[in-house]
């Protein structure tokens, strides 16, 4: 090998390093750019939907409008209670389950009652026993007595001694004492039997008024005991409640107390029942506040109520002008804002959520004008999810971001 051609392999091996910079600058500039596509892609599309207000569509009445307060509150049971065995023992049977509807009196269920029962049965047959002493004691009284009047009459004759007639006296004092003795034993054995008695009668569950199973807090086999005291123990069998006596309980700020007084007409509405308002008064206005919320709980009774309302649903409740009783009798309306109803063609339009959280377009037909209401008397159920701004950009099938007014 010639040293010219050992030179010219060797330079043929140098590094080419701007031709590498270059590269290196060509990757850079091309992930750059495919970060600017990626983030400018994830900002229009993460922004292609329309935000709108919403609005749920419910059904009211007029006194609605012209309610001078407003409060929430939840709707409980006055007459309530949580029903138990005055007895400590084993849950034999339960014949009533949740929703049942009881009488004052009804059996609930029992505990096992084995031992008390035994023991009534005993003071029962103790009865026998002092019976028997009882005839022995009038048998030696009978006796007794007869002798003593023969005593008597021979003493009186001259024929018998005091010493005869003494015994003979003693004899019928003992007679009589022992008699007295059986008595008062048969009296207090009546008393026992009855306390016996009640031991038994404990160990029944009685429902103590007429009302409604709400929850069921035992099963068959349980240790039932008065307090629920004892480790693995049940206190409550079930929850009763009288569902005529359901009334609201509100709370109401300090400051607005002075528009609530007694009697007050209100309008219930129950979160769980849309399309119903239920009538009421103010019944009672607890003369004490909350420190810590700065409220004063208000009772409201309804004057008409159904199967529907249940203990424990939340309700907010329109309080009224004190003349405005009649108005909450009327018929409940769907009234929707104006600025929701649009106008196309001769057609009135809303838009409603629809599924996949798309806009949807929908006709109705509009009844009177209530203020900055309409009401809809079709095409519109309570329950639907109201589109209320942004209308002019929405089309059936429009994807819409929800932001509740």
Do not use: C, H, W
């Not at 419910?58 to 309530?80: N, R």
């Not at 009865?127 to 048998?139: E, P, R």
């Not at 108005?327 to 996949?356: D, M, R």
């Not at 309409?374 to 309570?382: F, H, K, Q, R, T």
């Amino acid at each position: 090998m010639n040293q010219s051609a050992s030179t010219a392999d060797l330079s043929s091996l140098k590094i080419d390093r701007d031709g590498n910079k270059a590269s290196s600058k060509k990757r850079t500039y091309l992930i750059i750019v495919i970060l600017i596509v990626l983030i400018g892609g994830y900002f229009f599309f993460s922004d292609s939907s329309v935000k709108v207000k919403t609005l749920i569509v419910t059904s009211s009445s007029l006194s609605g409008q012209d309610a001078i307060l407003t409060g929430q509150g939840y709707v409980v049971a006055q007459v309530k209670a949580a029903i138990s065995s005055k007895a400590t023992g084993r849950l034999e049977a339960l014949y009533v389950i949740e929703g049942d509807k009881v009488k004052s009196g009804d059996i609930i269920g029992k505990i096992e009652s084995n031992d008390v029962q035994a023991f009534l049965s005993q003071q029962q047959a103790q009865v026998d026993v002092i019976n028997a002493s009882l005839i022995n004691a009038q048998a030696e009284y009978d006796e007794a007595n007869t002798a003593f009047v023969r005593q008597q009459s021979l003493l009186s004759g001259g024929a018998g001694t005091q010493a005869e007639f003494d015994i003979a006296q003693g004899r019928l004092k003992r007679a009589q004492a022992q008699i007295r003795s059986a008595q008062a034993q048969l009296k207090a054995q009546e008393s026992a039997i009855k306390a016996a008695r009640v031991q038994v009668e404990n160990t029944v569950i009685r429902a103590p008024f007429d009302g409604t199973v709400l929850t069921k807090n035992a099963n068959v086999g349980e240790v039932i005991t008065a307090l629920g005291a004892a480790a693995g123990a049940r206190g409550a069998v079930v929850t009763l409640a009288d569902m005529s006596s359901l009334e609201v309980e509100a709370d109401v700020s300090e400051s607005s107390l002075s528009k609530i007084s007694q009697n007050q007409p209100v309008e219930i509405s129950v979160s769980a029942i849309a399309d119903k308002r239920y009538p009421g008064f103010v019944s009672k206005i607890i003369p004490t506040a909350d420190r810590g919320k700065g409220t004063v709980k208000v009772k409201i009774r309804f004057n008409e109520i159904d199967d529907k309302v249940l203990p424990e649903m939340a309700a907010k409740v329109n309080f009224l002008r004190n003349d405005a009783g009649n108005t909450v009798k009327e018929t409940p309306k769907i009234l929707i804002p104006k600025s929701a109803v649009i106008n196309v063609n001769g057609k009135i339009l809303v838009f409603i959520v629809g599924p996949g959280s798309k806009a949807q377009e929908q006709v109705i037909k509009t009844g009177k004008t209530f203020g900055d209401y309409y009401e809809v008397i079709a095409g519109l159920a309570p329950g639907a999810t109201l589109i209320t701004s942004g209308m002019e950009e929405l089309s059936t099938g429009t994807s819409i971001t929800m932001e509740k007014e």
